[in-house]
């Protein structure tokens, strides 16, 4: 495995949008030919980086970054139609019913998509039997080299027989994962498993030669890669002894954040911290393994909350809210030392989300393994001038600049959030005129900075009701979509190249 070389070396363009908010899938985005479309689209702009959130499977709110793996790829992206063309399901009306319903819509339903998955999966599994050998010899050479897929497929399985409560709510044998349980559960559940396990096979095919298209059209992937992985997980449940959890379940010690400005409470993520001395002893062995499975699907990552690698706020697990912590040093430099020895690589192609109060010793990990950190221009404009986020203050050229990220407001809907003054300051300060996502955007294109990304909403000048996602909310979020490759966007991603021309970021 080959990483990226000249990390962010020229000025560049980048959009963020998630694969499932692009058009011509079967009911949300898929891996199929309208990912394709949209790589074309880049390409021809001249638009070299596509970022977008973990490819994991959500949790039961929809969230990708609270999945129940971070090896598995989200059942909802596995296209129907190059199923269907490689003779791997039949045609069926009820794929095309919801596939031609889904279209119409800007927003699309959980509980739909995971019917769709059932539908698939069954079908699959029904034609399983007439596949070559040489395909299904393919399949198990696959799951021989992905280990982690055993588990996930057992775990997901597990879940479902169990009404999909959290794993420590199954009875004993299970939630301690016994191992003459486990197996006699396997032997019975053969069918069901092996769904599971074929289903991210083709996930994992269809992907590949969706990143295999990328690059012939030299468009690079940026993912993204949560610090923690949730409680509930196959990870946890299966690696109990590299978490601060009781074999029970029970959380020792939790994640979070101390009080600040924004919350006198500060704020309680409910996910285990690491035991970072067994992780040390292995080796950092199962992060070589989470690195390696993302780099095999991704060209670059956004390590989500990379102040963690240098030190992270620890809460008791019984804690109710997050003002009662410590501050425990975490072993980041010897981890990023051992990815880099591992990878073979003079840099690792990481992009540190360094947002937040950053202290110096988060900064000095960022910069002696030379990691571009990210600045976002919502976060400029609070009157202070030494605001690290305006432009005059980001100073060289080894930063990816956003105008938000998928958690800000839409920059149309900031704007209009801003009082008349601040407005007319911005306005006279960068000589913008009556247009302000796409002030923003030039505003950011005029950075020192290699690489500047907007979400594709700002793109499009849409308002808060295309968000994708609202912190502090469970609904309604993650759901948004494309409705289709219209002459908005078209002519949205022609203008936003010929901008980057101007700017000199296209190369």
Known sequence: MQLANSFLSQRSLGILVHPSSIPGGSYCGTFGEGLKKWIDLLSINKIRYWQFLPLTPADQTGSPYSSPSSFAISPWFLDVNELIDGGFISENQEFSKISSEGAKYDSFDFLIADSLSILIENNILDHWNNQSEIIRK????????NPWVDDYAVFMVLKKQFNRKAWWEWPEAFKLKKDASIRKFVNSNVREILGKKLFQWHLNRQWINIKKYACDKQIKLIGDLPFYVSR??????????????????NLIFQSGVPPDYF???GQLWGTPVYYWAKHQRTKYNWWVKRFKRQFELVDILRVDHFRAFSGYWRVDGKAKNAI??????????????????????????????DLGVITEDVITLRDSFDL??????????DGNIDNPYLPKNIQGKNWVVYTGTHDNSTVISWWESLDQYKRIEIDQ?????????????????????????????????????????TPGTIENNWKWKIKGYNDLLIYSLEKYGKLGRLYSRLN
């Open 138 to 145: 393919n399949f198990y050479d696959w799951c021989i080299n």
């Open 232 to 249: 509930d997980s196959v990870d946890v449940w299966s690696n109990k002894s590299l978490f601060s959890v009781s074999n029970e379940g």
């Open 263 to 265: 919350s006198s409470t």
């Open 324 to 353: 009662n912590g410590n501050w425990i040093k975490s072993p980041g430099k010897d981890l990023l030392k051992t990815l880099t020895k591992s990878f073979n690589v003079r840099e690792l192609p990481i992009i540190a989300e």
């Open 372 to 381: 571009p950190g990210m600045k976002i221009l919502q976060f400029a404009f």
């Open 429 to 469: 300060t960068y000589g913008t005129s009556h247009n302000p996502p796409w002030n923003i955007i030039e505003i950011g294109m005029n950075t020192k900075a290699n690489l500047f990304i907007t979400p594709i909403q700002d793109i499009l000048s849409l308002d808060n009701s295309s968000r994708l996602n």
